[in-house]
């Protein structure tokens, strides 16, 4: 009996692709809209953005905590996994990765927030029935402050940028010479920085 290979991939491929669409519609708009003119000259560089720099920022919030466990640091050193010296030496420079990582995560923040007042201004003037999956305005002329300060998305944005105002300066050095104190109390505040943010993507 002989089986028709390429139609068993070709049906697996739209199968999945079915599935991924059915998780995440709102990709799939994106994708669609993405080829409309309109949509291009009013959308397509602000939502391109706050989507890659929030690809950015979730990678850079998945590893900023990594160098910062001494247990799993020690553990590493200590095992014999780790043979190479450069390795042992890469592992050594774990505060200079975490601080690479901070940094990143604030710059990309800016660019991210920044895209999303471009966003919910665009929303609000050029508001499209034919995009109502990517738009979050409910109706033309909507108040842009109401999606950013009356939604989970935008509310939880609002205090994560606060957050993470408040963690920054007071990493600087002379904060941290002068009051060690005041860096350590508000680095404790990754515990709500990391609770928005899943509210954040959730909503």
């Given at each position: 009996?002989?089986?028709?290979?390429?139609?068993?991939?070709?049906?697996?491929?739209?199968?999945?692709?079915?599935?991924?669409?059915?998780?995440?519609?709102?990709?799939?708009?994106?994708?669609?809209?993405?080829?409309?003119?309109?949509?291009?000259?009013?959308?397509?560089?602000?939502?391109?953005?706050?989507?890659?720099?929030?690809?950015?920022?979730?990678?850079?919030?998945?590893?900023v905590l990594l160098p910062m466990c001494r247990i799993?640091?020690?553990?590493?050193?200590?095992?014999?996994?780790?043979?190479?010296?450069?390795?042992?030496?890469?592992?050594?420079?774990?505060?200079?990765?975490?601080?690479?990582?901070?940094?990143?995560?604030?710059?990309?923040?800016?660019?991210?927030?920044?895209?999303?007042?471009?966003?919910?201004?665009?929303?609000?003037?050029?508001?499209?029935?034919?995009?109502?999956?990517?738009?979050?305005?409910?109706?033309?002329?909507?108040?842009?402050?109401?999606?950013?300060?009356?939604?989970?998305?935008?509310?939880?944005?609002?205090?994560?940028?606060?957050?993470?105002?408040?963690?920054?300066?007071?990493?600087?050095?002379?904060?941290?010479?002068?009051?060690?104190?005041?860096?350590?109390?508000?680095?404790?505040?990754?515990?709500?920085?990391?609770?928005?943010?899943?509210?954040?993507?959730?909503?």
């Amino acid at each position: 009996m002989c089986l028709d290979t390429g139609n068993i991939r070709f049906t697996q491929n739209s199968e999945r692709s079915i599935a991924r669409q059915r998780r995440d519609p709102c990709n799939l708009a994106f994708k669609r809209a993405a080829d409309q003119p309109m949509f291009s000259m009013c959308f397509h560089l602000g939502l391109c953005l706050s989507r890659a720099s929030a690809s950015v920022l979730n990678l850079n919030c998945s590893l900023v905590l990594l160098p910062m466990c001494r247990i799993l640091l020690a553990f590493l050193r200590g095992s014999q996994k780790v043979a190479s010296r450069k390795t042992r030496r890469l592992l050594d420079k774990s505060k200079t990765f975490h601080v690479t990582c901070g940094v990143t995560i604030c710059v990309f923040s800016v660019v991210h927030v920044a895209a999303h007042l471009v966003n919910a201004l665009n929303f609000s003037v050029n508001y499209s029935e034919e995009f109502l999956a990517l738009n979050a305005a409910s109706f033309h002329g909507e108040d842009p402050r109401k999606l950013l300060f009356a939604t989970v998305p935008g509310l939880t944005g609002v205090f994560m940028v606060l957050v993470l105002f408040l963690m920054s300066t007071a990493s600087t050095y002379a904060i941290r010479v002068s009051n060690y104190d005041i860096f350590s109390y508000t680095h404790n505040l990754f515990f709500v920085f990391y609770l928005l943010l899943m509210l954040h993507v959730s909503g």
